[in-house]
Protein backbone atom coordinates (compact mmCIF):
# COMPACT_ATOMS: atom_id res chain seq x y z
CA UNK A 1 0.00 0.00 0.00
CA UNK A 2 1.21 3.18 -0.72
CA UNK A 3 0.23 5.77 2.00
CA UNK A 4 3.41 8.51 1.84
CA UNK A 5 0.47 11.25 1.21
CA UNK A 6 -2.22 9.49 2.63
CA UNK A 7 -3.75 11.41 5.13
CA UNK A 8 -3.77 8.49 7.63
CA UNK A 9 -4.42 10.90 10.64
CA UNK A 10 -7.86 11.59 9.43
CA UNK A 11 -8.34 8.16 10.52
CA UNK A 12 -10.68 8.16 14.28
CA UNK A 13 -12.96 5.42 13.22
CA UNK A 14 -11.58 2.21 13.89
CA UNK A 15 -14.62 0.12 14.91
CA UNK A 16 -17.03 -0.24 12.91
CA UNK A 17 -20.71 0.34 14.36
CA UNK A 18 -23.14 -2.44 15.21
CA UNK A 19 -25.55 -0.89 13.11
CA UNK A 20 -27.15 1.79 10.72
CA UNK A 21 -29.80 2.56 9.69
CA UNK A 22 -29.28 4.09 6.05
CA UNK A 23 -27.47 7.32 5.36
CA UNK A 24 -27.95 9.59 7.17
CA UNK A 25 -28.89 12.84 4.89
CA UNK A 26 -31.46 10.66 2.94
CA UNK A 27 -33.09 9.25 6.01
CA UNK A 28 -33.72 13.55 6.64
CA UNK A 29 -35.10 13.93 3.21
CA UNK A 30 -36.83 10.69 2.48
CA UNK A 31 -34.75 10.09 -0.19
CA UNK A 32 -33.45 6.80 -1.24
CA UNK A 33 -29.71 5.38 -1.44
CA UNK A 34 -27.67 2.79 -3.08
CA UNK A 35 -24.71 1.89 -1.09
CA UNK A 36 -22.78 3.48 2.62
CA UNK A 37 -20.12 4.62 3.41
CA UNK A 38 -18.85 5.94 6.76
CA UNK A 39 -16.16 8.74 7.30
CA UNK A 40 -13.55 7.29 9.11
CA UNK A 41 -13.00 10.87 10.83
CA UNK A 42 -16.49 11.53 12.30
CA UNK A 43 -18.57 8.35 11.95
CA UNK A 44 -21.15 10.08 9.61
CA UNK A 45 -22.95 7.32 7.18
CA UNK A 46 -23.24 8.29 3.70
CA UNK A 47 -24.40 6.93 0.47
CA UNK A 48 -22.02 6.46 -2.42
CA UNK A 49 -21.47 8.24 -5.84
CA UNK A 50 -24.14 5.76 -7.64
CA UNK A 51 -26.67 7.32 -5.17
CA UNK A 52 -28.70 10.17 -6.76
CA UNK A 53 -27.50 12.76 -3.44
CA UNK A 54 -23.96 11.12 -3.45
CA UNK A 55 -24.03 12.44 0.53
CA UNK A 56 -20.40 10.60 0.83
CA UNK A 57 -18.65 12.57 -1.27
CA UNK A 58 -20.62 15.86 0.04
CA UNK A 59 -19.48 15.58 3.62
CA UNK A 60 -15.69 14.54 2.42
CA UNK A 61 -15.53 17.78 0.49
CA UNK A 62 -17.32 20.29 2.93
CA UNK A 63 -16.21 19.03 6.08
CA UNK A 64 -12.41 17.92 4.82
CA UNK A 65 -12.71 14.65 5.92
CA UNK A 66 -10.85 12.59 3.23
CA UNK A 67 -11.30 9.15 4.25
CA UNK A 68 -14.60 6.85 4.11
CA UNK A 69 -14.66 2.95 4.11
CA UNK A 70 -17.49 0.76 2.65
CA UNK A 71 -20.32 -0.64 4.94
CA UNK A 72 -21.55 -3.08 2.18
CA UNK A 73 -21.43 -6.21 3.23
CA UNK A 74 -17.94 -8.38 2.56
CA UNK A 75 -16.20 -5.04 1.37
CA UNK A 76 -12.97 -3.83 3.43
CA UNK A 77 -12.41 -1.58 1.08
CA UNK A 78 -11.71 2.68 2.33
CA UNK A 79 -11.14 5.55 0.00
CA UNK A 80 -8.81 8.68 0.78
CA UNK A 81 -10.87 11.34 -1.49
CA UNK A 82 -7.97 13.72 -1.44
CA UNK A 83 -5.34 11.05 -2.72
CA UNK A 84 -7.39 9.28 -4.78
CA UNK A 85 -6.50 6.07 -3.68
CA UNK A 86 -8.51 2.80 -2.61
CA UNK A 87 -6.72 0.68 0.15
CA UNK A 88 -7.34 -1.30 3.07
CA UNK A 89 -6.45 -0.08 6.28
CA UNK A 90 -6.28 -3.42 8.49
CA UNK A 91 -6.78 -0.97 11.97
CA UNK A 92 -10.29 -0.86 10.48
CA UNK A 93 -12.62 -3.69 11.77
CA UNK A 94 -15.57 -4.72 12.44
CA UNK A 95 -18.97 -5.39 10.25
CA UNK A 96 -22.17 -3.37 10.36
CA UNK A 97 -25.48 -4.13 9.74
CA UNK A 98 -26.96 -2.28 7.28
CA UNK A 99 -30.38 -2.12 5.70
CA UNK A 100 -31.43 -3.11 2.10
CA UNK A 101 -31.32 -0.50 -0.09
CA UNK A 102 -34.27 1.90 -0.84
CA UNK A 103 -33.25 2.05 -4.49
CA UNK A 104 -32.07 -1.80 -5.11
CA UNK A 105 -28.79 -2.72 -5.05
Known amino acids: MVAASLKINHVRITELPEAVDGCEDCLA ?15 KVGCCDDSPNRHATAHARASGHPVIRSLEPGEVWSWCFEDELLMRIPEVHGQTRIPPSPLGS
Open 29 to 43: TGDGWLHLRICLECG
